[in-house]
């Protein structure tokens, strides 16, 4: 159970990664052969060092070095897959490894457990330092998400990895798939997932390897990569200037991407950005993973967004080179979105919405629909509310609605030329994706709010703060929400789709101007509003000390076609306490999920 008391929130550190096949083709990363290949029951795997040394930088104004050395691990024959899944929060997390046997799938229970939660391998990758005189002067293990930033070794591997790019991180999670594309190599790097290492300039060789208990369960062999690393100091003053080298900082120290994940679990290292207007403010660090949102570039809707995911070591080295030659500036023209590459300032464009406002006769139709569901709150903290208004208490949260399937939510939005709302409608499908009918379902209105900026469709979930009878105490003035696909909560169910559109805050939530928006909940996706944002609390300044429930109530009004009503209500459990003005909350575990 954890106590809280603080005036300063901040928002949650998100996973996520992103592939990017800018890997050069080298002697040690050769297919095996077909005969092979058929043969096996499962992928061969190696772990590879994309080049013999590396270039760490160690800037002045943070806390030492990051050990991104450049270490992949590669699947052959057929891909390493792994599916995570937990019954219940009351139930251990399981894995399961999908082996293939006369070409036919079938799922392989790995020893109960090998993992404790859904961002990775704990303890998977072992690395050792030595300086220039053999002394050893570092011995660590990290953890690995398959997951993480990744890219072909091959030209006749995939052209694409169906794999999700993040290890989910949000500590209600419920299901996850990991996986390395066959012919693709998964940074082994775990990003601000790791502590950085006090290390003095110089050069240092670095040995990396792969711990005995997943050599044996995965049949890898026990050749560590050695790689020659040279540290360099430097200040964000130097150099191309302040700016630049906080870019540069990002980029190298940056886990994998929210969300946004493990290679993709980035630092907070960048400036604030997404939806929110007005001053900028200072770079905020990021809250303990445990108690964030998710997947990929799932930052949850908050004003900051996460750091870029860790790139190829080759990658990062080209720009680097272009850096120092050109500046600042080329260096971003060849950075950002490419076709095969991303490295964390993507802009996902807008889901766009139907034409024209649906015609004919409203009707549901018998066909699959999504299935809203809850998560209990986290993130829970006490605060003086974004105003800073004396005398006033806060109890902030996080809170996130999620589809279980097995269909997307479409809901588009109308405007009516001068008017301030648009109408809603709900769309539904057929198997084939073919629209087959629509319901009116509310509307959607502008939120100008610092932190929001976007259009809200009204009514899709409610907070309340329950006394322990379970009757309502305070209720949030928080009902309009901008969809979109921050968290993976649990992509092992039907329909799941791992590979979301609407990612990150510049979705499909539009612009102030705009007449018409479509916003999507993908299924195995969840919503999250960090505890940070506007509404996103209850005025408990006279509300006195004891036992409560935060509500996090999904589709209150059932406005929205759903394929169960009953199950849309989470309820997480704090006890209030102190006094006005030093109020505390304490976060009692649920279940077997001791996160508040």
């Given at each position: 159970?954890?106590?809280?008391?603080?005036?300063?929130?901040?928002?949650?550190?998100?996973?996520g990664?992103?592939?990017?096949?800018?890997?050069?083709?080298t002697?040690g990363f050769?297919?095996a052969?077909?005969?092979?290949a058929?043969a096996?029951t499962?992928?061969?795997?190696s772990?590879?060092?994309?080049?013999?040394s590396v270039?760490?930088t160690?800037?002045?104004?943070?806390p030492?070095?990051?050990?991104?050395l450049?270490?992949?691990?590669?699947?052959e024959?057929?891909?390493l897959?792994?599916k995570?899944?937990?019954?219940?929060?009351k139930?251990?997390?399981v894995v399961t490894?999908?082996?293939y046997?006369?070409?036919?799938?079938?799922?392989k229970?790995?020893?109960?457990?090998t993992?404790?939660?859904?961002?990775?391998?704990?303890?998977?990758?072992?690395?050792t330092?030595?300086d220039?005189?053999?002394?050893?002067?570092?011995?660590?293990?990290?953890s690995?998400c398959p997951?993480n930033?990744?890219?072909?070794?091959?030209?006749d591997?995939?052209?694409?990895?169906k794999?999700p790019?993040?290890?989910?991180?949000?500590?209600?999670t419920?299901?996850?798939?990991?996986?390395?594309e066959?012919?693709?190599?998964?940074?082994?790097?775990?990003?601000?997932?790791?502590?950085?290492v006090?290390?003095?300039?110089?050069?240092?060789?670095?040995?990396?390897?792969v711990?005995?208990?997943?050599?044996?369960?995965?049949?890898?062999?026990?050749?560590?990569?050695?790689v020659k690393?040279?540290v360099q100091?430097?200040?964000w003053?130097?150099?191309n200037?302040?700016?630049?080298?906080?870019?540069?900082?990002?980029?190298?120290?940056a886990?994998?991407?929210?969300?946004?994940?493990?290679a993709?679990?980035?630092?907070?290292?960048?400036?604030?950005a997404?939806?929110?207007h007005?001053?900028?403010?200072?770079?905020?660090?990021?809250?303990?993973?445990?108690s964030?949102?998710?997947?990929?570039?799932?930052?949850?809707?908050?004003?900051l967004?996460?750091?870029?995911?860790?790139?190829?070591?080759a990658?990062?080295?080209?720009?680097?080179?272009?850096?120092?030659?050109?500046?600042?500036?080329?260096?971003g023209?060849?950075?950002g979105?490419?076709?095969g590459?991303t490295?964390?300032?993507?802009?996902?464009?807008?889901?766009?919405?139907?034409a024209?406002?649906?015609?004919?006769k409203a009707s549901?139709?018998d066909?699959?629909?999504?299935?809203?569901?809850?998560?209990?709150?986290?993130?829970i903290t006490?605060?003086?509310?974004?105003?800073?208004?004396?005398g006033?208490d806060?109890?902030?949260?996080?809170?996130n609605?999620?589809?279980?399937g097995p269909?997307?939510l479409?809901?588009d939005?109308?405007?009516?030329?001068?008017?301030?709302?648009m109408?809603?409608?709900q769309?539904?499908?057929?198997?084939?994706g073919?629209q087959?009918?629509?319901?009116?379902?509310g509307?959607?209105?502008?939120?100008?709010?610092p932190g929001?900026?976007?259009w809200?469709?009204?009514?899709?979930?409610s907070?309340?703060?329950?006394k322990?009878d379970?009757?309502?105490a305070?209720?949030s003035g928080?009902?309009?929400?901008?969809l979109?696909?921050t968290?993976?909560?649990?992509y092992?169910?039907?329909?799941a789709?791992?590979?979301?559109?609407?990612?990150?805050l510049?979705?499909?939530?539009?612009?102030?101007?705009s007449i018409?928006v479509?916003?999507?909940l993908?299924?195995?996706?969840?919503?999250?509003?960090?505890?940070?944002?506007?509404?996103?609390?209850?005025?408990i300044?006279d509300?006195?000390?004891?036992t409560y429930y935060?509500?996090?109530?999904?589709?209150?009004?059932?406005?929205?076609?759903?394929t169960?009503l009953?199950?849309?209500?989470?309820?997480?459990?704090?006890?209030?306490?102190?006094?006005?003005?030093k109020?505390t909350?304490t976060?009692?575990?649920?279940?077997?999920?001791?996160?508040?």
């Open positions: 159970m954890t106590t809280t008391r603080t005036t300063r929130l901040r928002r949650p550190l998100l996973a990664t992103t592939a990017v096949a800018a890997m050069a083709v002697a050769m297919a052969s077909p005969e092979q058929t096996a499962g992928p061969k795997l772990l590879v060092a994309a080049t013999g270039t760490l160690s800037w002045k104004e943070e030492g070095v990051y050990l991104d450049g270490t992949y691990l590669t699947a024959g057929t891909p897959e792994l995570v899944t937990r019954k219940s929060y139930d251990p997390v490894q999908t082996v046997e006369g070409g036919k799938a079938k799922a229970v790995l020893p109960r457990g993992v404790k939660d859904f961002s990775g391998l704990p303890g998977f990758a072992e690395i330092l030595t220039k005189a053999g002394k050893k002067v570092v011995s660590r293990t990290e690995f997951n930033a990744s890219g072909r070794i091959r030209p591997a995939p052209s694409t990895s794999y790019e993040s290890c989910p991180t949000n500590p209600f419920l299901g996850s798939v990991w996986g390395v066959k012919g693709w190599a998964s940074n082994t790097y775990a990003g601000s997932y790791t502590q950085p006090k290390l003095a300039a110089g050069t240092y060789t670095a040995k990396v390897g711990a005995k208990k997943y050599r044996d369960l995965f049949g890898i062999a026990d050749k560590p990569a050695t690393v040279t100091e430097r200040s003053e130097e150099g200037g302040l700016a630049a080298a906080r870019s540069a900082a990002a980029g190298e120290h886990g994998h991407g929210t969300a946004g994940g493990h993709g679990h980035g630092a907070a290292h960048q400036a604030p997404g939806h929110a007005g001053p900028v403010k200072p770079v905020q660090a990021g809250a303990p993973e445990t964030g949102a998710t997947p990929s570039y799932n930052v949850g809707h908050g004003p967004k996460a750091a870029p995911p860790a790139l190829p070591w990658l990062k080295k080209q720009q680097a080179a272009l850096a120092g030659a050109q500046g600042a500036d080329a260096a023209a060849r950075t979105d490419a076709t590459q490295d964390g300032s993507r802009k996902a464009p807008a889901l766009t919405p139907a024209k406002r649906p015609t004919g549901v139709p066909v699959p629909k999504p299935d809203l569901r809850s998560l209990p709150a986290y993130g006490i605060s003086d509310g974004t105003e800073n208004i004396p006033k806060y109890l902030a949260f996080s809170a609605v999620w589809n279980a269909a997307q479409v809901v939005g109308f405007r009516s030329p001068g008017k301030a709302k109408d809603a409608y769309y539904f499908y057929d198997a084939k073919k087959v009918g629509y319901t009116p379902t509307t959607m209105e502008w939120d100008p709010r929001h900026v976007h809200h469709f009204t009514d899709f979930a907070y309340r703060l329950l322990a379970k009757k309502e305070v209720r928080k009902e309009a929400f901008c979109a696909n968290d993976a909560v649990d092992t169910v039907k329909n789709n791992w590979h979301p559109f609407n990612t990150d510049a979705t499909a939530c539009g612009q102030e101007n018409s479509r916003e999507v993908d299924v195995g996706s969840g919503d999250t509003y960090t505890q940070d944002l506007p509404g996103q609390s209850f005025d300044t509300v006195p000390n004891g935060i509500q996090v109530l999904a589709n209150p009004a059932k406005r929205l076609k759903e169960n009953d199950n849309n209500s989470a309820l997480r459990k704090v006890v209030l306490g102190g006094k006005p003005g109020r909350v976060v009692p575990a649920h279940d077997l999920v001791d996160a508040n």
